[in-house]
């Protein structure tokens, strides 16, 4: 059997890469298969780190950063984006509706309305109260693989052997409001290029962006690296690079054109998951640190 269609995503995304995975299987593109994959996550209210539900900044206000990328090599995405629980469909909206590749805050709405989508409070009940549980310390310190450990990234491969690939989320968990991460950066928080594959990362958002990590996966992958490969010399870099973020986590999954996964991440306790061929797996990631 062949290494596609598949669908593989961050952590243990089961239900996101069923959905992606079983579309594939029934022939969707890479593209339509990617969108309805996250929505799932985005929709999840037990996620505490993407869409509906998502954890507030210290201020308490929701906003949330979203990417996706087609085959063909376009780009859409938005930044602090409020008060809209599908932020990937927005972003696939300025992709194929304006001439632009990112919107920020008040157009995204803006445009977001406009288009049709209708604002809703996605601040829970619980996400308030834990939030404001925190503002009785106000300490800023990200609890590895736990308080920020739910942004989706997924990359899927259909039939046709075309790649395509979004990323969703609220961003760390009381980050500073008007903070935006890597995951809506085209080439930090996901990178494709149907020649040659797809990255997607999740963690310190920051240590991300500073190395364009996805974009470099993919560049070390079109030099001949297998994904797995490319992955942890991502990580080994940023690392090298700022031995401080050895405290966090980062961790990448990548795929080649031959549908060949890969993974690596800082911390041990990171997963990926996959469906292909009808089966839905999840896979602990290789890590630096045992
Ligand atoms: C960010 N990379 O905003 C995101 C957070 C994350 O799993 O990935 N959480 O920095």
Known sequence: IKNYPVAVATWNFQNATKMAGTMLSNGATALDAVEKGVMVEEANLKNTTVGNGGAPDRDGNVTLDACIMSPAGDAGAVVYLKEIEHPVSVA??????????????????????????????????????????????????????????????????????????????????????????????????????????????????EAIMKSVGSFLIVELMRNGMSPQEACKETVMRTIRKDPKYKKFQVAYVAMNKQGEIGSYCIHKGFSYAKFHNGESSDNLSESYLK
């Open 92 to 205: 696939r909206r300025v992709m194929e509706k304006t001439p632009h590749v990112m919107l920020a805050g008040e157009g995204a709405l803006q445009f977001a309305i406009q288009e049709g989508f209708q604002k809703k409070n996605l601040l829970t009940e619980e996400s308030e109260k834990a939030w404001k549980k925190w503002l009785e310390h106000k300490e800023y310190k990200p609890i590895i693989n736990i308080e920020n450990h739910d942004t989706i990234g997924m990359l899927c491969m259909d039939e046709n052997g075309d790649i395509a690939a979004a990323c969703t989320t609220s961003g760390l968990s009381y980050k500073m409001n008007g903070r935006v991460g890597d995951s809506p950066i085209i080439g930090a928080g996901l990178f494709i290029d149907n020649e040659v594959g797809g990255a997607v990362g999740t963690g310190m958002g």
